[in-house]
């Protein structure tokens, strides 16, 4: 009984895509690096994610991103929604990145 | 001397348009309601604007929003830019939302 709880009581959350930065609790340069080096990988659309409070550092990325890189950074689509995590209405935003050189 | 003093050292900070809900220290429900104020007042556009920590909040209050409008709630457009305040890039997101019946 208590293996089936286990089984039904862990709830499987989905590993991001290749493509998406989800924002944590690291520093805004360490983000920053991070979807660098996922264009470096040959990734050319990024997706910045953040839930929560990290809302706001999601932003701070977006825009530590595009004073250094420029024009050759281009924001495809900005997408803000929310998810119901445990029952609670969590919001989030999804912000979408392409390199243009 | 100090009288031009005065008036070059205070910052004129221009009032936000009428149609700008800016996002601050209230409550979530609290901007709801100023939102749905300016939608009766006849203000068919509203914009939810955040600065640094308080974007996850205008987010929040647009989610609320959506939960409660429905359909009649169209979202417009979403802009997230910084500002040069105080020498210091401060990230900004412009929520324009819609008032469709």
Redesign the interface.
């Given at each position: 009984m208590r293996l089936r709880l286990a089984l039904y009581g862990c709830r499987r959350v989905a590993a991001p895509a290749d493509n998406v930065v989800v924002i944590g609790k690291k520093s805004v340069p360490d983000y920053v690096l991070e979807v660098i080096l996922k264009f470096n990988e040959g990734i050319d659309e990024v997706v910045i994610k953040g839930r929560?409070?990290?809302?706001?550092k999601a932003?701070?990325v977006?825009?530590a991103l595009k004073?250094k890189l420029g024009d050759s950074l281009q924001?495809v689509s900005?997408?803000?929604?929310?998810d119901n995590i445990g029952g609670r209405?969590v919001?989030?935003?999804e912000?979408r990145v392409r390199r243009t050189i």
């Open positions: 929560g409070q990290m809302i706001s932003v701070d977006y825009n004073s924001l900005v997408n803000i929604d929310s209405l919001s989030y935003i912000i």
